[in-house]
C-alpha cells in the first residue's frame, strides 16, 4: 500500500469538507444530532454522543473559512495540472 | 494541598493531575539536567577562539586593503547584526509551531538508558516498576528514568526501518532507489493516521490524561524496533525465522504497551489493578487494549510485503 503524504493530504481534505457539509437543521436535527441534544448532561461525564456533536460543531464554525480557501486552491491547482 | 515531598511519583501525580508541564532545560535546577555539560574548560576556550579572528584584522598586510576599508568594515557589521536579527525572528516564529525546547526533553538519552529500553522493547516481562518519576511535577528526562518516552529510539528505529527495508528488496531484486522514499512516505503516513486516530479517540473517550502527542508519537515509534527484528531475522533466517521473532516482538510490544498505558490512562484504581466497575472504566480499558492491539497489526502489515 504505498500511501504518499500527498494521498494524506488529500485524505484531510476530503474528511473535512464531508463534515463540513452536515447541515444542522435539515440533518443532523432530524437524526437526532442537533445541537440541543449535544449539551445535554452537565456532570463531568459528557459521554461519546455530546463529544462527537461538540466536534462535529466546532469543526463546522471553525473550519468554514479555511476550508474554502483551501478547496479553492485545490480546484485551481487541479485544472491547472491535471 | 498537600505540598510535603512525597517519594512515591504516582502520588504526587494523583495530586495534580492536569498540571504536567515540561519546562525548558533552563528551569531544571543543577542536579538533574538534561545534557552535560561536555565543553572542557569553558571560558579559556572561549577566550583562545576569540583572539583568533581578532588576529588577522589587526596585523593586516598592507596589500590586504578590502579588510581595512571601513566601508566593508560597516557591510560586516550590518551583515552580521541582519543575519542575527533574522536567526532571532526565525527561532521566535518556529517556536511557536513546532516547540523546540519540549522536543530537547525527549532527546535527553545515553547509551545505558537507550540499552535498557530496548531490552524492555523485546522483554518486558521481568520489569517491575512501570511507573514515570517526576520531580516536582515535572518528568524527570529519560536518561535518568528508563519509564519515559522518548524520541531518539523510535526516530532512529524509523530510519533503519527503511534501510533495512531497502535492504530485503534488494535481495529479492525488487530494488529502485524510489521505493526508499515510496516505504518511507508510506510508514510515515500510517505513522501519522495512527497517531490521529489515537488523539481522537482520547478526545472522544474524554480521558483526562498528560500524554502529550510527542507522548503518543514516542509510544506509536517504539514498534519500529520490533519490525526491524523480524525482517532481519527474515533475511538471515527464512520465513520461518520471520513469523517467529514478529510473533515474539509482537506479544512483547502489547505487553510493553499495555503496561505502559495502564498507568496513564486508566484509574488510579483500575491502574492497581483492582476491578473497577462502570462503564466508563470499561471504555477506558478497551481504549488501551485497542491501542495497544493496533501495534502488531502494523508490524505485520508495514513488513509482510518484504519477505516473501
Redesign the interface.
Known sequence: MAFTLYSLIQTAILCTNAVAVLHEERFLSKMGWGVEQGVGGFGDDPGIKAQILNLIRSVRTIMRVPLIIVNTACIILLLLFG | MDFSATPSGFRQRKLQPSMRLRTSPGDVPDGSQLFEDTSGAGPGAQGGYRNQPAGPQAAGLPGQSLLSDPMSNLAMAYGSSLASQGREMVDKNLDRFIPISRLKYYFAVDTVYVGKKLGLLVFPYMHENWEMSYQQDTPVAPRFDVNAPDLYIPAMSFITYILVAGLALGTQNRFSPELLG?QA??A???L??EVLVVLLSL????VNTDLTTIDLLAFSGYKYVGMIVGVVAGLLFGKPAYYLSLLWCCVAIFVFMIRTLRLKLLSEAAAEGRLVRGA?NQ?RMYLTMSIAAAQPIFMY?LTYHLIR
Do not use: C, E
Not at chain 2, 478526545?203 to 474524554?206: D, F, N
Open positions: 515510496v512516505s508510506s510515515l503516513v500510517w501519522i493516521m478526545y472522544l473517550v474524554t466508563r471504555l502489515w
